[in-house]
């Protein structure tokens, strides 16, 4: 075993440490403070030394609390039912992608066809457009042109599974945002998905081919199940943007569909930060991207790896 | 018959619900962005009532000294924070580049940063500059140095920081990558003939991995200019213009100021700078690999 490793200079270690430190220690700081009273956090009693409370975790989960904690008289924060908007728009929104993302990969890499040059060339540069670059036309759109004439399409499947309200426009709804989040995340989804199905034997779709599949069978018996890395880390990165994106969610949403970004976002503008509160829901929204990153650091860093090198 | 044109069918059929969602909903509103941009539009109107006022919006903006302070601020941002975050990476992966336990581990802890929401990241910076009650000047405090006005009058440099924070371990773990990927011959071959550490970084390890540097260079210019939420969060674009970099700007523009004609032009300046980088990124990627393939030619012709 310690053959292995090669035998450092202490000094090396130090820098390690130092790293780690670095590059944890906010995080571990928004931790420890979201389990303190303001004055605590105010007052400056640093370290470790203190009272640990889930007062800030009962104040910005009251809506959801079976219990009615007693220092909370008025449930000003709704971060409960945020929170459940995020969870529906960021697995539905990822989910799609990837569905859509897989099929549309599996077609540039095995076929040849009309149209694949334009149709590789043109999902590689829309990679480049940034979201605050959609703000402008997506508002306009989803508040003008996706009202009544895109119902019968795509929008008007999504809307009927949550029970849409007649000519509600797509802004406001879930759908209106997890369309614009499935869209954005396309491009990416195809290029990382096509470095992994490249590496599919093409023999052993040929033998599935030949005892009788057809195409979409060969596909989603024979090569789904062996991407499934290159699936786990797309899933992963489509799900950290969609769950932690705020421009676009917070163009589209309205009072009902709030995301827990930008609730977090119109709590810091306010004047008088409360900085206990803040802390709790800024760890709320971050404990499920570091479960994955704890649970799935290969997939990310296989991901991030065919997504750069792949050119 | 039929059984062939399904063959030829299919493709098309894998395609189409990507291709159906991303016409709709990237390319019809780009296209809708561009028409948009050359007519006198507030979020109260369709886009037809608007009325057509030509290339007014972009020279009004090419004339305006609050956009070439942001766009200035932009360039200055991504450049900075790349530049670093480069030097930093590949620095920490030549270093890093050994066989310890552990390693994975390390790898796991560095990606954290990167997988947390902006807005949170913003959150978490925001405090630790507070002036008063904020970690770095309690620190200074406690050391008896003088306090730093870290969102005032350094926001800009105070934002690069945390940017570096949270992408440095982008570029470390994709270097890091490519060093271990390089041939093990060619190292072996720098050491026996005698080279030192520092000559076999510079004259072996870097020039192999090139490559790589260059696109994830690249990638993460691109990138840069698509932050936006943490910047938000922690000085939304002040004190001033001194860290209201582009995106900051368009949202701006089209929510509080009501110009959508305006944001959609100034969109527009921001796409076509980085067409110019995508464009380079290509050019890049294209040529190596007719090099790579010239090599592998005049290998095959010397066997």
Redesign the interface.
Known sequence: MSA???K?NPAFYV??AI??F???G??M??FI?SFKLDVD??S?T?GLLFLPTIQNYEKALCDVLWYEPEHVDFCSLKFGGAFINSLIIALISTFLTL???C??A???V??R?MG?DT?SL?????R??????????????WN??FCLD?EG??GGLIRDTFGGRGDVCLAGTHSGII??Y???N??FV?WILQSFIVQVPRSLEEAARVDGAG?FQV?FKVVLPLIKPGLAAAAIFTF?IA??E??LAS?LSDRNTKTV?IL??NN??EFNVE?GV??AT?ML??IP??I???FA??Q??TG??AG??K? | MSRALANRLTPYMFMAPAAVIMAMALLYPLMYMIWGSFRDWNPSQTIGEAEFVGLNNYITLWNDPNFHESLGVTLRFAFFVVGFEMLIGVGLALLLDRNIRGMSVLRTLFILPMMIAPVVVGLMWRYMYHPTVGTFNRFLDDLGLPKVDWLGQHALGSIIIADIWQWTPFIFILSLAALQSLPRSALEAARIDGATAWQQIIYVKLPLMMPVLIVTCLLRLIDAFKVLEVILVMTEGGPGLSTEILALRISRTATEFRELGVAAAMSNYLLLLLLAFTVAMFAVTSLQEKRAARIRAAVEEDE
């Open positions: 292995k490793y090669e450092q820098l390690i790293l780690v670095m590059s944890i906010p995080v700081l928004m403070n956090i105010i400056g640093s569905v859509i993302g099929m549309a599996y077609a540039l095995r076929f066809f694949r149709a043109t999902t590689l540069m829309v480049m457009v940034p979201p605050a670059v959609l703000l402008v036309p997506v508002f306009g759109l003008n042109e895109k399409l795509i369309l614009i499935v869209a954005m396309l491009p195809i195409p596909f950290r769950w932690n705020y421009l163009a970004p977090i976002v810091m503008s900085w803040i802390m800024g929204l971050a991207p570091i994955f990153t704890l650091s290969r990310i860093i991030m790896t750069a090198v050119g």
